[in-house]
């Protein structure tokens, strides 16, 4: 079974139109991320709730806003796209307690033309 | 602001050789974290390390910190082509959970 899951993998769109990449993870986790991974594969953090509570944001445009419906799911809505948004998003899930070690899910390549 | 550095940024070695990948941060951790990703996947955990840990083994893999340094290095040992991934440190400084990534290092093992 899949622990950490995206989708859509591939999402291609046009500049200015708005999307929502899905997120879920089926480990009993209490915190899950949005990572930014650009094209030279580094990877930023844009945004981490625990328990559906939003505890870290990042700078990121407020075009980019995350929704937790459940402790399991972790949405990413983009409004306007840019091409400078055409990146690999990554979800992640971790245990609050314990040490971080951090599950990704397979990533979304966004590209934007 | 970035944290881990790693280097070398890329690694090249034939199969059975050691590779040996060295991570430098700035500011006091928790603990520090290797994770692996493969060509088009998601990342992976590999191996975490305490700040008042100084070396930890599991399988092939060994990661040492040296936190007066602000460094720490994870070796393979016996690579494998399997092993042909980038690789990335990240700290873990205690603030609301977050992980902090370093630009990673592209391992080839040559079969």
């Known amino acids: 079974d899949t622990a950490v899951s995206q989708t859509p993998k591939y999402l291609v769109t046009q500049m200015g139109n708005d999307k929502s990449i899905k997120c879920e993870q089926n480990?009993?986790?209490?915190?899950m991320y949005w990572y930014k991974q650009d094209s030279k594969k580094f990877l930023k953090i844009m945004f981490s709730?625990?328990?559906?509570?939003?505890?870290i944001n990042e700078t990121v445009p407020n075009r980019f806003s995350p929704k937790s419906p459940d402790k399991a799911h972790l949405n990413l809505h983009i409004n306007s796209l840019e091409l400078g948004d055409s990146a690999v998003y990554f979800c992640?899930?971790?245990?609050?307690?314990?040490?971080?070690?951090?599950?990704f899910g397979p990533g979304t390549r966004l590209t934007v033309l | 602001s970035q944290q881990g550095e790693e280097d070398p940024q890329a690694l090249s070695i034939q199969e059975g050789e050691n590779a040996t990948m060295n991570c430098s941060y700035k500011?006091?951790?928790?603990?520090l974290q290797w994770y692996r990703q493969n060509s088009g996947r998601g990342l992976v955990h590999l191996i975490l390390?305490?700040?008042?840990?100084r070396e930890k083994h599991s399988g092939r893999l060994r990661v040492t910190l040296d936190t007066s340094k602000k460094s720490s290095s994870l070796l393979i040992t016996a690579s494998r082509a399997a092993d042909t991934a980038s690789y990335f440190c990240?700290?873990?400084?205690?603030?609301?959970?977050?992980?902090?990534f370093g630009k990673g290092i592209t391992l080839s093992v040559r079969p």
């Open positions: 500011t006091s951790i928790n603990n």
């Open positions: 480990l009993g986790h209490d915190t």
């Open positions: 992640a899930s971790s245990r609050l307690a314990g040490n971080n070690e951090q599950f």
């Open positions: 990240a700290t873990d400084a205690g603030a609301n959970s977050k992980l902090t």
């Open positions: 390390i305490r700040s008042n840990e």
């Open positions: 709730y625990n328990n559906k509570e939003l505890i």
